[in-house]
Nanobody, 120 residues
């Protein structure tokens, strides 16, 4: 199983970016998907996610600016980021709780990370 993230880049404050992440490989089911980020010198933090119960959760710092969405047919999750701020600068990682067989409890897989830089 692999997660491939894309869509990062350099954007000015107030701008927008859309991150994409697609899971591929031997996938029986995906129970949860989300995005985390890690800024230089800081710990990785949850940004937004679909929980196993199907609800969404957001970090307080991105509520109202970021929107997570998913396409189950494509095993993909997206992060629309609007009104970006310099403090959003980080490497963004997608992750997913994936079962590879019906008997499997599943485990969390991580993408390789995509860099988002917000700067004028």
């Amino acid at each position: 199983v692999q997660l491939q993230a894309s869509g990062g880049g350099l954007v000015q404050p107030g701008g927008s970016l859309r991150l994409s992440c697609a899971a591929s490989g031997s996938i029986f089911s995906i129970n949860a998907m989300g995005w985390s980020r890690q800024a230089p010198g800081k710990q990785r933090e949850l940004v937004a996610a679909f929980t196993s119960a199907g609800s969404t959760t957001y970090a307080d710092s991105v509520k109202g600016r970021f929107t997570i969405s998913r396409d189950n047919a494509k095993n993909s999750v997206y992060l629309q980021m609007n009104s970006l701020k310099p403090e959003d600068t980080a490497v963004y990682y997608c992750n997913a709780l994936i079962r590879t067989a019906s008997w499997s409890n599943g485990r969390t897989y991580w993408g390789q990370g995509t860099l988002v830089t917000v700067s004028s």
